[in-house]
């Protein structure tokens, strides 16, 4: 499933996110490190559908590749917040934020409780995929408007000449 735009709390503290959702945490998450800084909105979101059964590190270069960013742990929780039923499809790893020993964090769901856990980045599991987000669309400098009018311009008279 994907998801167009959604909200990042970056101002509650990840514990507290955590108990508010019931996720149980098997990680000491005063050792949780990204590998980019979280943002208050993502864009573009892919739910870890597309990504079943390959490890986080494949993910990775897969995301480079079509210029997405794996998700941290506080911006996946966007996802849950958003369709906590997810975790009754798939698991998800949160590809990009490490654990202290430098293993991937993963929300799943087992026997109906929500549980937050790590594991080895090389690691393949049918049942998870990373998540991820495109990019925002970025601001157009003046000289590309220049040019984007330019086109326009060059494009209507050319109706107008039909």
């Keep these: 499933m ?11 503290p990840l514990k507290k996110q955590l108990a ?11 050792k949780i490190k990204n590998l980019h800084e979280p943002q208050e909105e993502i864009f573009d979101i892919e739910d870890g559908t597309e990504m079943l059964g390959k490890s986080p590190l494949e993910c990775e270069k897969i995301f480079k590749k079509k210029g997405r960013r794996a998700l941290t742990l506080i911006e996946a929780l966007a996802i849950i917040r958003e369709n906590p039923e997810l975790l009754d499809e798939h698991f998800i790893d949160c590809t990009g934020s490490r ?15 929500l549980l937050l856990g790590a594991g ?30 330019e086109e326009f311009k060059k494009k209507v008279e050319k109706i107008i000449k039909l």
């Design 120 to 149: 080895h980045p090389d690691y393949a599991l049918r049942g998870y995929g990373s998540v991820s987000a495109g990019s925002p669309l970025k601001p157009l400098t003046l000289e590309k408007r220049v040019v984007s009018l």
């Design 20 to 30: 508010d959702l019931g996720v149980k945490s098997y990680i000491n998450l005063d």
């Design 99 to 113: 654990d202290g020993n430098g293993s991937v964090p993963y929300l799943c769901r087992w026997n109906g409780v």
């Design 2 to 12: 994907k998801y167009k735009k959604l909200s990042v709390d970056l101002k509650t």
